[in-house]
């Protein structure tokens, strides 16, 4: 992969306003809705369970892919995809050491 390819990649800082489950996904998952300050509220689906409960979500800074376009889960478009590493207790989300601004690029 060339480097260029990876710069064309927009990673940014959000902050998790609400999350919802999702029933109707293949795999356990949450509807989170994420506030990308200067890009608006945008929502993805992430297979989180295993790792956080619903209630500990909201408030959370994450880092996400937001130029990916749409990703259509069952009945749900998902418009980013939120990071994280695998581990044995689950995926742990990606997030910023300290709080930054939403909307923040990622460099």
Not at 14 to 31: E, H, L, M, R, W
Not at 81 to 86: D, K, M, P, Q
Request: proline content about 7%; charged content about 20%.
């Amino acid at each position: 992969m060339e480097f260029s390819m990876f710069e064309k990649i927009d990673l940014r800082v959000g902050t998790i306003v609400s999350a919802d489950s999702f029933p109707k996904a293949n795999k356990p998952a949450y509807q989170l809705k994420i506030d990308f300050g200067p890009l608006g509220i945008k929502r993805s689906s992430a297979q989180i369970t295993q790792r956080y409960a619903l209630e500990e979500l909201p408030g959370k800074q994450i880092i996400a892919v937001v130029n990916l376009g749409t990703k259509k889960i069952a009945d749900f478009e998902s418009q980013c995809l939120v990071l994280g590493a695998s581990a044995e207790q689950g995926i742990t989300l990606l997030s910023p050491e300290t709080p930054l601004p939403n909307g923040q690029q990622i460099v």
